[in-house]
């Protein structure tokens, strides 16, 4: 690739390139995938598509430069392609596409993040009557909600869990995929996510730091040290 692009992004095996105001596409050996006529590319090498604009046309399309589906840009506004889904957004409100276009889970969240391997997605509705301003949940790809949107704190998931506030204890604990309290929210505080070991911190009603087990076993108190007793 010679040395005359102002800008370059590299997605794989894929290279995004800008000249002259347009984006194309080589392969990392320097080959032309899609000539420079783009006003805007990004690609998305896991699922070997990339959105793109040119002209009038806005949506997605195939590493050969196939419109796979067009949105109207002024209605829709799209964002990345993870585990076959297309987070959007309509009227400031978040939801998804599948990989031809499809609305399947309508715009209807005042936030939302990208689908995980774990095929769940964090969104979020505000709510008025809460000092929190967002109140968090997790759906499916169905668009059903594994975990309601009622959730002060909750967090994305991490080897497989995710810590949460629970509504009705006020006291914190650890989600699984489906929804079940895996470490049920006994705790009034915890560090965050599991960590490399697979357990975790947590402050317990005896005032002390507690070490847990990713089962919620109580391995001991935790000194000012860190170390466990």
């Given at each position: 690739?010679?040395?005359?692009y102002?800008?370059?992004?590299?997605?794989?095996?894929?290279?995004?390139?800008y000249?002259?105001?347009?984006?194309?596409?080589?392969?990392?050996?320097?080959?032309?995938?899609?000539?420079?006529?783009?006003?805007?590319?990004?690609?998305?090498?896991?699922?070997?598509?990339?959105?793109?604009e040119?002209?009038?046309?806005?949506?997605?399309?195939?590493?050969?430069?196939?419109?796979?589906?067009?949105?109207?840009k002024?209605?829709?506004?799209?964002?990345?392609?993870?585990?076959?889904?297309?987070?959007?957004?309509?009227?400031?409100?978040?939801?998804?596409?599948?990989?031809?276009?499809?609305?399947?889970?309508i715009?209807?969240?005042?936030?939302?993040?990208?689908?995980?391997?774990?095929?769940?997605?964090?969104?979020?509705?505000?709510?008025?009557?809460?000092?929190?301003?967002?109140?968090?949940?997790?759906?499916?790809?169905?668009?059903?909600?594994?975990i309601?949107?009622?959730?002060?704190?909750?967090?994305?998931?991490?080897?497989?869990?995710?810590?949460?506030?629970?509504?009705?204890?006020?006291?914190?604990?650890?989600?699984?995929?489906?929804?079940?309290?895996?470490?049920?929210?006994?705790?009034?505080?915890?560090?965050?996510?599991?960590?490399?070991?697979?357990?975790?911190?947590?402050?317990?009603?005896?005032?002390?730091?507690?070490?847990?087990?990713?089962?919620?076993?109580?391995?001991?108190?935790?000194?000012?040290?860190?170390?466990?007793?």
């Open positions: 690739i010679p040395v005359e102002p800008s370059l992004t590299v997605d794989s095996n894929l290279v995004v390139v000249k002259n105001l347009k984006y194309g596409l080589q392969d990392i050996t320097g080959k032309e995938l899609l000539p420079l006529e783009y006003n805007s590319l990004t690609t998305f090498s896991k699922e070997k598509v990339a959105r793109a040119k002209g009038s046309q806005y949506g997605f399309i195939d590493l050969k430069g196939n419109w796979i589906f067009e949105k109207t002024s209605v829709f506004t799209l964002y990345d392609c993870f585990n076959g889904m297309i987070k959007c957004k309509v009227n400031y409100k978040y939801g998804y596409l599948d990989m031809k276009g499809n609305e399947v889970i715009t209807k969240y005042d936030n939302a993040e990208d689908f995980s391997q774990n095929g769940l997605a964090r969104v979020a509705k505000s709510n008025a009557d809460s000092k929190y301003k967002m109140h968090y949940g997790y759906i499916n790809k169905k668009g059903d909600e594994v309601p949107t009622i959730y002060e704190t909750l967090s994305l998931f991490k080897n497989d869990l995710a810590y949460a506030k629970d509504t009705e204890t006020n006291r914190f604990g650890y989600f699984d995929k489906t929804g079940k309290w895996a470490i049920k929210p006994i705790y009034l505080n915890i560090s965050n996510h599991l960590d490399r070991y697979g357990g975790s911190r947590v402050k317990m009603t005896d005032d002390k730091l507690h070490y847990i087990s990713r089962t919620g076993k109580d391995i001991g108190t935790i000194d000012i040290m860190g170390t466990s007793t």
